[in-house]
């Protein structure tokens, strides 16, 4: 091998160990966005200015439009004629549209990265759970909530994969806007607390095909879950009118 040669398998393996992946800026703002939803600093309704986004992010108004026009294709927002741009909610669709990804990349992740991931990838795992763990000691069921995304997060995390963590920040959004209609934060997160568990123990004990078989178990549960609970709530499964 050439000495050029040498030099660009050194810079393919320095690229592929980096696994850097270019963001233009309207999808770093959209990025910022999306984490504010996925966190519940922005909820269901919420309007969202053009020229006070710009302002807090430093950025043109025009990147500000482009990323929430990427947004509104997510269906995370929703623009409304002479009216702006609002946090949209999901409907009974939307669920069973998540859902569908979910179960392909969730365990897809754990079933072909748990094995190969970085012990520090399993460590956040583990870690999710406890802050969920400890969130629900104190009666804090919103903190089990966040804790529950981050779970979700860092078992896709697993794959090692930037462009799924980025898709799954896009699902993670829209759940949070599903959960935000949800009564009783207790009664649907509780029971899904302990299955975390019980999956970051068969990851930690390597049991990588049983923990991928019992994520997929969960998500078909959650998911079924969900779509009886809002076929129950006042208004069905239509969307809220923003602003109201």
């Known amino acids: 091998m050439t000495d050029a040669n040498a030099a660009v398998q050194d810079a393919l393996a320095s690229l592929a160990a980096s696994r850097t992946v270019v963001v233009p800026a309207a999808e770093r703002v959209a990025d910022r966005i999306r984490a504010e939803v996925a966190e519940a600093r922005l909820r269901v309704g919420a309007r969202l200015p053009e020229q006070a986004l710009g302002a807090a992010l430093q950025v043109s108004r025009n990147t500000v439009r482009e990323a929430l026009s990427q947004l509104v294709a997510e269906r995370v927002l929703i623009r409304v004629p002479n009216r702006g741009v609002f946090v949209a909610q999901p409907e009974a669709d939307d669920i069973r549209d998540v859902y569908s990804a979910r179960l392909v990349i969730e365990p897809g992740a754990i079933r072909y990265g748990a094995r190969a991931a970085d012990p520090a990838a399993l460590s956040a795992v583990r870690a999710a759970y406890r802050e969920g763990r400890g969130a629900a000691e104190v009666g804090d069921w919103t903190g089990v909530a966040a804790a529950n995304q981050h779970f979700h997060r ?35 997160h509780e029971p899904y607390l302990d299955r975390n568990g019980e999956i970051a123990a068969m990851l930690t004990d390597g049991h990588v095909e049983k923990a991928a078989d019992e994520l997929a178990r969960y998500l078909v549960a959650a998911r079924d879950q969900l779509l009886d609970a809002y076929a129950r709530l006042p208004g069905g499964t239509g969307p809220a009118t923003p602003g109201r």
Not at 162 to 170: A, D, I, S, V, W
């Open 154 to 188: 860092d078992v896709v995390a697993l794959a090692g994969s930037p462009r799924l963590e980025r898709e799954m920040g896009r699902l993670l959004a829209e759940m949070r806007l599903v959960f935000q209609r949800m009564p009783q934060v207790r009664e649907f």
